[in-house]
């Protein structure tokens, strides 16, 4: 009886990462291999982030999962690949204090409790499963003492989503596609750290918060099916633009680097719509906003403000600094005037609220 008492328990926390270029089809579907590499921005912490707690305990009869307070499923695949994966990694644990020894064999018989909060609308488009199953496999590992370096992880966290891959690192990010069939080579390397270009200010200008229509994987899946412009993207056009990408930050080249970002999120929209049946990620107000920061840059001369889009129709603009940012908030509000007080909220700053 005593010694079903304990609980052991890890906390960690994860923030969402936005793909500047981006990540749009699958080559597996089972592993989550992706057709061409991806680069993306990890934010600050504090902002849309995920907050997961994973516990252990002799009492637990089964794994289970939370999400923001409600219990969900853990019999998807997803969950399934990354819990396995971990567990198979997992060593011995000893905490003295509280006198718990925990063997590699103990592991496979334990199950787990987690427990897992977003401080931001999930499925909105503001990639949830990407700081969700980053801040599970990290978790997880620290948990089981899963001796794995963060790239490691990152191909356990690619096994729940994607672009999930990418969070395990703060900064600059790369997923590289990798060339292995099983996958073990498409993993994230950080490309600079979160102190590299701290000058950039991410603003997200919140357009709806309402769940997507449709889904990033059935997207994808059928944009692989159905797209010719992908395969041209993927093949052609990625490969040289990553390189760029590359140079761009390095650099802190933040003409080139607003270029390919724009162009990129306008590509990878444009496959969307290339796709049968075609889908509809942007709205009228995304259009809008698209249309303001090209004029904007056009009429400064050079790019002040960068424009992202992924599987919604909120804007994620990221301006070349803090005195930008500000103009960019008041442009913003003085183009699409909040209808109450609580749209006022639906300007998420990047860096601080101005
Ligand atoms: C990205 N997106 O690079 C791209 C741009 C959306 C648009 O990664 O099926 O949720 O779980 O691997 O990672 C969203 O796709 O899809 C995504 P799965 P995921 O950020």
């Known amino acids: 009886e005593e010694s079903q008492k304990w609980v052991l328990m890890v906390t960690a926390q994860t923030p969402t990462n936005i793909a500047v270029i981006k990540y749009w089809g699958k080559r597996d579907e089972t592993l989550i291999l992706p057709v061409n590499d991806?680069?993306?921005?990890?934010?600050?912490?504090?902002?849309l982030c995920t907050t997961t707690t994973v516990s252990v305990s002799p009492a637990f009869d089964q794994d289970r999962m939370w999400l923001n307070g409600k219990e969900i499923s853990l019999s998807g695949g997803?969950?399934?690949?990354?819990?396995r994966e971990i567990r198979s990694r997992a060593t011995d644990v000893h905490d003295k204090e509280k006198g718990i020894k925990i063997?590699?064999?103990?592991?496979?018989?334990?199950?787990?409790?987690?427990?897992?909060?977003?401080?931001?609308?999930?499925?909105?488009?503001?990639?949830?499963?990407a700081a969700g199953f980053a801040c599970l496999v990290f978790a997880l590992a620290k948990l089981m003492n899963a001796n794995e370096?963060?790239?490691?992880?990152?191909?356990?966290a690619r096994r729940g989503s994607g672009s999930a891959c990418r969070s395990?690192?703060?900064?600059?990010?790369k997923w590289i596609m990798g060339k292995d069939e099983k996958g073990t080579d498409s993993l994230a390397v950080q490309l600079a750290d979160e102190k590299h270009w701290d000058e950039l200010v991410i603003v997200i200008a919140v357009v709806s918060s309402q769940q997507k229509e449709t889904s990033s994987?059935?997207?994808?899946?059928?944009?692989?099916?159905?797209?010719?412009?992908?395969?041209?993207?993927?093949?052609?056009?990625v490969p040289k633009r990553i390189l760029k990408m590359e140079e761009a930050i390095k650099n802190h080249d933040f003409a080139s680097f607003a270029q390919l970002a724009c162009t990129d999120s306008n590509q990878f929209h444009a496959v969307c719509l290339d796709t049968c049946p075609p889908i509809f990620y942007m709205n009228d107000t995304s259009h809008r906003i698209i249309s303001l920061v090209e004029k904007w840059n056009r009429a400064a001369g050079t790019p002040?403000?960068?424009?992202?889009?992924d599987a919604g129709p909120n804007a994620v603009l990221i301006a070349r600094n803090r005195e930008t940012a500000a103009l960019l908030v008041q442009k913003l509000l003085f183009c699409f005037p909040p209808k109450s007080d609580a749209d006022l909220n639906s300007f998420v700053l990047g860096d601080k609220s101005i």
């Open 149 to 156: 370096d963060h790239s490691q992880l990152s191909a356990i």
């Open 78 to 83: 997803r969950f399934q690949s990354c819990l």
């Open 217 to 237: 994987t059935t997207g994808m899946r059928d944009t692989v099916e159905t797209s010719l412009l992908l395969q041209h993207r993927a093949k052609e056009v």
């Open 38 to 47: 991806s680069i993306s921005v990890t934010l600050d912490p504090e902002h």
């Open 168 to 173: 395990l690192y703060g900064g600059f990010v």
């Open 103 to 129: 063997t590699k064999k103990d592991w496979e018989k334990l199950n787990v409790h987690i427990a897992s909060y977003n401080n931001f609308p999930t499925a909105a488009g503001l990639a949830s499963s």
């Open 304 to 309: 002040q403000v960068a424009y992202t889009f």
